[in-house]
């Protein structure tokens, strides 16, 4: 299920590229009146642990980004639609600008792939000769285009494209349909003209039908895997997509003006940012190195600080999460950030008196960067979210041991900056052991003991686009239902025990639940405002607070699914999900996002 790389020197932008795109879509947009609506979806059964801040406190990275191209591009009737804030909204009865948008994009993770659908078949009742073109990415369909399309005559839904890259993915998109518009044609009429031409072939990164039968697509064409922005600085500034959000309401339209820059703050107080992409290690359940093309990606410490500061300045963000995949990654493009930033002042002030940051690192790479860790504090970093996992490294090696892993959280307790450990328990790991560290129990104590603020333990699940991904359907190991219940999409957030050869499976969830309260309770709280672990006032107590939220959260949504787990019968899967329809390139050989023994 892992993607494959393009050619050798073929898989990034040539510089400027992504800049020259933008350019010539303004000249294009100025010409023709084009409304577009980009919606977020989201499953609100996922609020638990450890996301339940984040998940409706911060404008995603992602969904925010294609916003901030779009008005880059001189698209200026575009509106976000966040359905964290806006669950009842219906693309039915949206309006901009007082009319149908013409375009309508929808963003969804696998685990919000139930509200994915019910948007883009809300979309669907709208008129034929008035519909919008409709498009689907992000990272649910960047794995599995073929799930967004219509696969049944009698369920009269489904996208017109996948579009399973980055922005300018999207912006080539785009640029060939309008290139060739006529002037007042409707934007599906375009599509189809691109379509039928070929004209669509050459842009990497597309999935769509063709031909069709009963309304079904006799085949879907993939158009490949996409080409990188190598030069991250060459994005579009994020304070554009902020511009663009929709006020939070429990209307099914949407508001006429778009969210006022004061009130952006009071409902996204922590503000997400792009700094680094891609990750040396090769962990077998994780897609993120194939996704990246084995490349690592990466802004300038300068243009980092004048993302933070224009948001500062327009929306009054001080508060910050870098979408990281391993923001340590590259020990000589660390320190030129974080030396960057560290030197800037802002309204006469030191960068680390206006912001507070933090972002995902490794504990190998943490241990390679403790000389640098003041000048990581000097640059405003207040929080780092470790990937632990297992600290003995059973069931991964990333350089991490007991030892190392005490030290690294010292060092970083020294500097200021709180440890925030990720773990992942699995079949082979004990819940106690005792006077050795491999019990999850044990090492939970051991990561308090060391500092750790936070804590976030999920269980060991295949994800799509992972090396594991397609033998663990094929061996057995991923659950298809449990006591009567299938495993739907919003369970695989790795809260829920889905994928599992223990012969007690529910001892596993009730693992995870011990785990958080044994981390997250009055008692700690109480210790926490005398003692606290941190140097910083009241963080302690104040994770606390929000853990034992998400905690309470957590059990009201898991504890049910634990005991069916319990007392009723495990089926298991066989296989790996494929398309039902043929899924093939453009000139007829096997499709780049397609299984390998797929038709």
């Known amino acids: 299920m892992e993607l494959p790389c393009r050619p050798r020197g073929d898989s990034l932008l040539p510089s400027g590229e992504l800049r020259g795109v933008i350019s010539r879509l303004r000249r294009l947009s100025a010409r023709q009146d084009i409304a577009a609506v980009i919606a977020c979806a989201f499953d609100h059964r996922t609020r638990m642990l450890p996301f339940i801040f984040a998940d409706t406190r911060a404008v995603p990275a992602g969904v925010r980004d294609i916003g901030a191209a779009m008005l880059d591009a001189g698209f200026e009737k575009t509106r976000i639609v966040l359905q964290q804030w806006n669950r009842h909204f219906r693309p039915a009865r949206m309006r901009l600008d007082g009319r149908i948008p013409d375009l309508f994009l929808v963003s969804s993770m696998q685990i919000h792939s139930e509200s994915c659908k019910q948007l883009v078949q809300d979309a669907c009742t709208i008129d034929e000769d008035r519909r919008p073109l409709i498009l689907v990415g992000g990272p649910k369909v960047i794995y599995q285009p073929w799930e967004v399309f219509r696969t049944h005559p009698d369920d009269p839904w489904g996208t017109d494209v996948a579009v399973t890259g980055e922005e300018y993915v999207l912006l080539q998109f785009l640029e060939v349909l309008l290139s060739s518009r006529a002037d007042n044609e409707p934007l599906r009429s375009a599509f189809r003209r691109a379509r039928d031409s070929g004209a669509l072939d050459a842009v990497p990164g597309l999935v769509y039908g063709r031909g069709q039968h009963d309304g079904v697509a006799e085949e879907l064409v993939d158009t490949g895997i996409q080409r990188l922005a190598g ?9 554009l997509g902020y511009r663009l959000l929709e006020p939070p309401s429990r209307r099914e339209t949407l508001a006429p003006q778009a969210m006022r820059s004061e009130r952006v703050r009071k409902h996204s107080p922590l503000g997400t940012l792009v700094l680094t992409l891609g990750c040396k290690f090769a962990c077998p359940y994780c897609p993120i190195p194939a996704y990246n093309q084995k490349q690592y990606r990466a802004k300038t410490g300068g243009r980092i600080a004048e993302e933070m500061i224009q948001m500062h300045r327009e929306f009054g963000l ?3 999460f870098g979408a990281d995949d391993n923001f340590f990654n590259d020990k000589q493009r660390t320190r030129e950030i974080v030396e960057t930033m560290a030197a800037i002042e802002v309204d006469g002030k030191p ?9 995902e690192v490794t504990v190998h790479d943490t241990l390679r960067m403790k000389d640098h860790l003041p000048a990581v504090r000097k640059a405003g970093v207040r929080a780092l979210w470790l990937g632990v996992e297992d600290m003995t490294g059973t069931l991964v090696k990333k350089g991490q041991s007991v030892d190392n892993t005490a030290e690294a959280f010292r060092l970083l307790c020294d500097r200021g900056i709180l440890p925030m450990p990720m773990m992942m328990h ?6 106690f052991t005792p006077g050795r560290p491999e019990g999850l129990l044990n090492q939970v104590h051991l990561l308090r003991q060391a500092g750790a603020t936070s804590l976030q333990v999920l269980m060991i699940t295949p994800a799509t686009g992972s090396k594991m991904y397609e033998e663990a359907f094929t061996s057995g190991l991923m659950y298809e239902s449990v006591a009567g219940r299938r495993v739907e999409p919003h369970m695989l957030d790795a809260n829920y025990v889905i994928a599992s050869n223990h012969p007690e ?3 596993k969830q009730f693992n995870i639940l011990a785990a958080y309260l044994y981390f997250y309770n009055p008692l ?3 210790v926490a405002l005398v003692r606290p672990k941190s140097s910083l006032y009241l963080a302690d107590s104040g994770m606390q607070l929000l853990g034992m939220w998400g905690l309470a959260q957590t059990v009201r949504r898991t504890l049910g699914w634990a005991f069916r787990l319990l007392l009723g019968r495990v089926r298991r899967q066989t ?3 494929k398309s039902p329809i043929p899924l093939r390139a453009p000139d007829g050989t096997p499709a780049a996002h397609a299984l390998p023994d797929s038709d």
């Open 575 to 577: 296989a790996a999900p």
């Open 524 to 526: 700690r709280f109480l």
């Open 231 to 239: 030069d991250l600085d060459e994005l579009p500034s994020p304070a």
């Open 318 to 320: 001080r508060y910050f």
């Open 426 to 431: 699995h079949d082979a790991q004990p819940f």
């Open 351 to 359: 960068f680390r008196r206006t912001f507070r940051w933090g972002t």
């Open 505 to 507: 499976p529910w001892r």
